[in-house]
């Protein structure tokens, strides 16, 4: 089983949908969590950490579940400019990625 | 946010020789720095973990002696890839760790081995 793991994708929307992402990791000592973003032929971005709380930045919305070991990813209202891939990061000692979720946003 | 530079950021080199990729936390002291391999289309793949003053970690399958990993100062870790075959070619991505486990990445190597 992967350490951490995303839905394939991809995913093709129209502007101005809401779209959401999961993700699922294996080590339960994980402590910290993240969603980043990568263009294409680009460095991963932090998008934004995710509490146990729960966090909005705007149109984006992180949930994290320690007790089912799973983090989401909520976009709403998307734009042509959100197309990216979205990483779940995971850390424990080190970070460990998903393999990322392909987001392409038309118009 | 906290800034991290890569160098260089396209390389071409002929299969045998070497190259260095260097890694500068700009604007703050890293004492831990990691380095990502990413293939096309593919996840970024842990490396190697780079501590100042110590000898970097490795990640199971990642040859040591042909990874050279140097994390000489709280700003500068390098990697320099040995005697680069053309299955090296990939994109080479350095990220420092900041504040609360926050990690930010270098704008990565495109390296190119013919």
């Known amino acids: 089983r992967k350490e951490v793991e995303q839905d394939p994708g991809p995913f093709n929307v129209p502007e101005g949908a809401t779209v959401a992402f999961n993700c699922t990791y294996s080590?339960?000592?994980?402590?910290?969590f993240f969603w980043y973003r990568q263009d294409c032929r680009k460095e991963p971005k932090l998008l934004m950490s995710?509490?146990?709380s729960g966090n909005e930045d705007g149109r984006f919305t992180a949930q994290l579940n320690r007790a089912s070991q799973y983090i989401s990813l909520l976009i709403r209202d998307s734009k042509l400019s959100d197309s990216a891939t979205y990483l779940c990061?995971?850390?424990?000692?080190?970070?460990?990625f998903g393999a990322g979720t392909r987001l392409t946003v038309k118009p | 946010g906290a800034v991290v530079s890569q160098h260089p950021s396209w390389v071409i080199c002929k299969s045998g020789t070497s190259v260095k990729i260097e890694c500068r936390s700009l604007?703050?002291?890293?004492?831990?720095m990691f380095w990502y391999r990413q293939f096309p289309k593919q996840s970024l793949m842990l490396m190697a973990t780079?501590?100042?003053?110590?000898?970097?970690?490795?990640e199971q399958g990642v040859e040591k002696d042909k990874f050279l990993i140097n994390h000489a100062s709280l700003t500068l870790s390098t990697l320099t890839v040995t005697s680069a075959h053309p299955e090296d070619s990939s994109f080479y991505i350095c990220?420092?760790?900041?504040?609360?486990?926050?990690?930010?990445f270098g704008p990565g190597t495109r390296l190119t081995v013919t």
């Open positions: 990220s420092a760790r900041w504040q609360r486990d926050e990690q930010y």
């Open positions: 080590n339960s000592a994980s402590q910290s």
């Open positions: 990061v995971v850390a424990y000692n080190d970070m460990r």
């Open positions: 995710v509490y146990s």
């Open positions: 604007d703050f002291q890293a004492t831990t």
């Open positions: 780079s501590n100042e003053g110590s000898k970097a970690t490795y």
